[in-house]
């Protein structure tokens, strides 16, 4: 791994948007340097994506040994460890933290890090304090690309309390270890979106006592409401204590644990758990960064201003990621800031005409069980953009395949504009709705139509043909078809 005081591109973060776009740099021949002041490879393969989604599939193995869905199989109560299913999920985290991040410092040329906290102090220069003193560095361009963090809510007495946010699943060798290492008898969730609902889901089946408040009166705001409601009632199913329309008053120390006190339909409530988790979003990591010195303009809710081609307020200063906020439809998404962090650092070295950045195709996916996953337009949506559509919400009782192995929960909603006949959205849930998004993701990248998802020829049985049935039922009833949807 090499060190250069004036790299081409000097980057502060070191997530999947920083490492994007100094591979890419590397490939255009220019030299990079990093700055981390945390576990090098940001949040999602440190605190977020990787060891979430590691610890939701175990979690949906225990309680699949207990509820199977098969008549002629027994039940089994399978013993879960915490503490070794954490062992696992940080070996598994340092394992691709080396392969992914660590080991590319050192084979791939060009590249460096810096570890410490970074500070502009001016549009070129840049301090980093760590463990042996303060490195000043110039860059020739910059790179902003530092993410998000969780918001923490003006709560009365969350102070006084000890609390969890996202960062839960940080692992044993993290420093800023806010990590839970115990699991939890009882734990109140404050907050009704997807790391809200990943959580509960996933501490549910491994035996804690759930209770979720969200002020909303659906779940996951923006998602189509079916769906939505859909959900909210399989988590209750399984035993997550779901309240909306709460509006929280305050907390307190409670014996070992925490009060929680809110208010829902005019009634005073309070709640006691022994943890607290606050998942109520997250915000550009943009505090302490110096960026006022450097004139980077930010937006009045902390990210970043940027152009189309993620430029800055300062010419050769760019910034991508979390870190920009909803700009330009930005999703705060591993994959979405990957792709930017690699635009940017090409508008930045190549000497070509800067392009501009694309959000208009994002497939998302909640990793709830079943997932709930969606690409394109809402209903809603489409009409506040006026475009006239049409709708239709199929269960997924319908598709062969879910029938075939016992997982017929769920549904699949398309939305179509009534003139062109073109797919403007989809959304999902339903088992492998994660993978299954991807083929609509394909279709709104390319303008399909609903022809375009009714002629497909689908594998059968599949869950994709979920969409090519969805498609169907806007012309028929697709209760009147034989198999493979014709």
Not at 71 to 90: I, R
Not at 282 to 294: H, Y
Not at 433 to 450: C, K, N, P, Q, S
Request: proline share 6%; charged share 20%; glycine share 10%.
């Amino acid at each position: 791994m090499m060190t250069v005081s004036e790299p081409d591109l000097l980057i502060l973060g070191s997530g999947s948007t920083a490492f994007a776009a100094a591979l890419h740099a590397a490939d255009l021949g220019k030299t990079v340097l990093l700055t981390e002041v945390r576990a090098v490879g940001g949040t999602c393969a440190n605190r977020g994506c990787l060891p979430s989604k590691n610890l939701i599939e175990a979690a949906r193995l225990v309680y699949e040994a207990a509820h199977p869905r098969y008549p002629g199989l027994t039940p089994v109560q399978m013993p879960a460890s915490w503490a070794e299913l954490l062992e696992q999920k940080d070996a598994l985290v340092q394992a691709y933290r080396w392969e992914r991040y660590e080991r590319l410092l050192r084979e791939v040329g060009g590249l460096g890090l810096v570890q410490g906290r970074a500070q502009l102090l001016s549009p070129h220069e840049v301090a980093v304090t760590g463990p042996g003193g303060t490195e000043h560095l110039r860059g020739r361009q910059l790179l902003i690309a530092t993410g998000s963090r969780p918001v923490v809510p003006a709560l009365p007495g969350l102070e006084q309390v000890p609390f969890l946010t996202s960062d839960l699943l940080s692992g044993a060798d993290d420093p800023w270890q806010t990590s839970l290492r115990q699991q939890p008898r009882s734990l109140v969730i404050l907050g009704g979106g997807a790391i809200a609902l990943e959580l509960g889901q996933l501490f549910v089946r491994l035996g804690t006592q759930v209770t979720l408040l969200t002020r909303g009166e659906q779940l996951l705001p923006g998602v189509e409401p079916e769906l939505a409601q859909a959900l909210a009632e399989l988590l209750r199913a399984e035993g997550v204590q779901l309240l909306t329309q709460v509006q929280v008053q305050g907390v307190a120390p409670a014996g070992r644990g925490v009060a929680v006190t809110f208010q829902q339909g005019g009634q005073l409530e309070t709640l006691e758990a022994e943890q607290l988790l606050v998942a109520t979003g997250r915000r550009p990591n943009t505090e302490g960064l110096g960026l006022e010195r450097a004139g980077v303009a930010l937006k009045a809710d902390g990210a970043v201003w940027v152009d189309r081609t993620l430029r800055t307020s300062v010419p050769h200063i760019w910034a991508a990621g979390d870190v920009i906020g909803r700009a330009w439809g930005n999703q705060f998404a591993t994959p979405v800031g990957a792709a930017d962090g690699r635009l940017a650092a090409h508008n930045a070295l190549s000497g070509e005409p800067p392009r501009a950045v694309d959000h208009r195709v994002i497939p998302r996916c909640i990793f709830t069980d079943p997932p709930l996953a969606m690409v394109g337009l809402t209903d809603a949506q489409a009409q506040e953009e006026g475009l006239a559509c049409a709708c239709r919400v199929l269960p997924l009782s319908l598709v062969p395949r879910a029938g075939a192995i016992h997982r017929t929960q769920g549904l699949v909603k398309m939305v179509v504009e009534r003139a062109s006949r073109r797919v403007l959205g989809v959304s999902l849930l339903g088992e492998s709705a994660g993978e299954v998004i991807h083929e609509a993701a394909m279709a709104l990248r390319f303008g399909a139509t609903l022809e375009d998802f009714t002629e497909l020829i689908h594998v059968y049985p599949a869950m994709a043909e979920a969409l090519k049935l969805v498609a169907l039922s806007f012309t028929r009833d697709v209760r009147l078809l034989s198999c493979c949807a014709s």
